[in-house]
């Protein structure tokens, strides 16, 4: 029988970690942005066909960066646990919390007990019945939750992009100054993001019962 | 919220019923109830319900009685309702497993559009229903029969299309018009009669109204308008820009006209 070399708990948590984060840098970012009407999100991706944000229930979106298999696989556990809870219960007792802190309880478990973390961070956006109730949830790869108000930047180089954003964001913006804003942040300034590379969604107040909406490129330019 | 998770092998795909067997949510239909005991609950039984294709789509209408035995149970049953933005179902018979399958029918709907990233395409809803009512033959062994009216615009072939079940699951496309329930006989003719191809919507929408005036006018367990509640059948279209149900004021107006027609003879 061999034996597993000792390796100390700190440095196996640091590699795992490690491992996850040079994983999700490669992918490209994408912001979330509070508006007069709900959510949009904005997220740079050349694909018109693997989607990296959609929608999970009535007032929920979903976002993710990393590997795509991965995190489509989180998406598709949330559609169910939110489709489920709706049929059991009531449409009304959906709520993006509860389903952030299970997509936390599922990363932290398997960060720390499967033979490889998740490559990916995700966000799960829910707009309110009044702007009051928008939520947004930035969950890391290891289970870590953090709670946004008014903007979110997730994936590579977020911090860079967030900072973009908390300079120029302010309240009661309308959505095409929104998606103006969400492009700003994520080119920077010397770079200018070209609208079929780009992936937008909103979650609006006004839409009916499905909040959700896929921008088209129509509606974009 | 757990999050269901499964292995490759056993994953319930798109298919929502599937994932309610799957975390144990099915209810699996009644096995040892007789005919005779069933009558004794006296469910109530939601009635008559037509649909008939335009030149743009489909009109589905339904009234809003549900009777148990000889008694009213409900004056303001919804049996036509939208299943999601092209199509709509038109439910009779028992009007507790009725109601869940339409439930149930609408999630899957939405659970695979979300789950796909796409919509089913109509011909597919069509079937999906029809498995569901297939999965209710235990039941309506024993009374409690539910036969859904199907229609939708298929915006492939950019038309309305109408689909008739029965008891067994049979899914039959019909090409112009369809009734189901106790009243259907009646509601049935009076689309026969008056119906000729590339109705306009409103021409349509007022056969549909009249035959069920005419169907609530012979059977008891149809509800007719009932002006002193404000209570109407329900009448919806669907045509390319998606389901449209009328509202009471319009419905309103065209049965005022049907009165004074029949006054008037």
């Known amino acids: 029988m061999s034996m597993p070399f000792y390796v100390a708990p700190e440095q196996m948590m640091k590699d795992r970690a490690d491992f996850a984060r040079k994983g999700i840098a490669r992918g490209r970012a994408l912001v979330a942005v509070r508006y007069s009407d709900g959510i949009v999100i904005v997220a740079e991706n050349p694909s018109e066909t693997l989607r990296k944000v959609s929608e999970i229930y009535d007032r929920i979106a979903f976002a993710g960066v990393g590997k795509y298999n ?3 696989q989180l998406r598709v556990a949330g559609v169910r646990a939110a489709d489920l809870k709706g049929y059991q219960y009531s449409r009304d007792d959906v709520d993006a919390r509860s389903l952030a802190n299970s997509y936390a309880q599922m990363l932290g478990t398997i960060f720390t007990h499967e033979m490889k973390p998740m490559e990916v961070e995700i966000l799960v956006a829910e707009v309110g019945l009044v702007a009051d109730g928008d939520q947004m949830f930035h969950i890391l790869y290891d289970g870590t939750v953090m709670d946004e108000r008014d903007y979110a930047a997730i994936g590579g180089d977020a911090e860079t992009v967030s900072t973009r954003l908390a300079e120029t964001w302010s309240d009661g913006l309308d959505r095409s100054d929104a998606i103006a804003l969400g492009m700003k942040a994520l080119g920077g300034p010397d770079r200018e993001i070209p609208l079929e590379e780009l992936e937008v969604a909103d979650l609006s107040r006004s839409n009916g019962r499905r909040c959700f909406h896929r921008l088209s490129a129509a509606e974009l330019s | 919220m757990t999050m269901p998770l499964f292995t490759t092998g056993d994953d319930p795909g798109s298919s929502f019923p599937e994932l309610l067997k799957r975390v144990g949510l ?25 649909a008939l294709t335009y030149a743009d789509g489909v009109v589905m209408a339904g009234d809003r009685r549900a009777t148990s035995g000889n008694l009213i149970s409900h004056r303001t049953m919804e049996k036509v309702v939208q299943a999601d933005r092209h199509s709509g179902v038109a439910i009779a018979g028992a009007a507790g497993p009725a109601m869940e399958m339409i439930r149930l029918f609408q999630l899957q709907l939405e659970h695979y559009e979300k789950v796909e990233g796409s919509s089913i395409s109509l011909e597919g809803k069509a079937n999906q229903l029809s498995m569901m009512v297939r999965a209710n033959l235990q039941a309506a062994m024993m009374g409690m029969v539910v036969v859904p009216i199907f229609g939708g615009y298929d915006l492939r072939r950019e038309c309305g299309r109408l689909w008739d079940y029965d008891a067994t699951g049979g899914r039959y496309e019909e090409r112009d018009y369809v009734a189901t329930g106790s009243g259907s006989l009646q509601a049935g003719t009076v689309v026969k009669v008056g119906f000729h191809e590339d109705m306009t919507r ?39 820009q998606g389901w449209q149900r009328l509202d009471d004021d319009d419905l309103a107006a065209r049965y005022e006209a049907i009165v004074a027609e029949v006054r008037s003879r």
């Open chain 1, 70 to 72: 991965e995190f489509d």
């Open chain 2, 26 to 50: 099915h209810t699996a239909a009644p096995t040892a109830m007789s005919t005779d005991l069933m009558r004794e609950l006296s469910v109530p039984h939601a009635t008559t319900c037509v």
């Open chain 2, 202 to 240: 409103d021409d349509a929408v007022n056969l549909a109204a009249r035959s069920l005036w005419e169907a609530a006018d012979a059977d008891s367990a149809t509800g007719g308008p009932d002006a002193l509640r404000g209570i109407y059948p329900v009448v919806a279209t669907i045509d390319a």
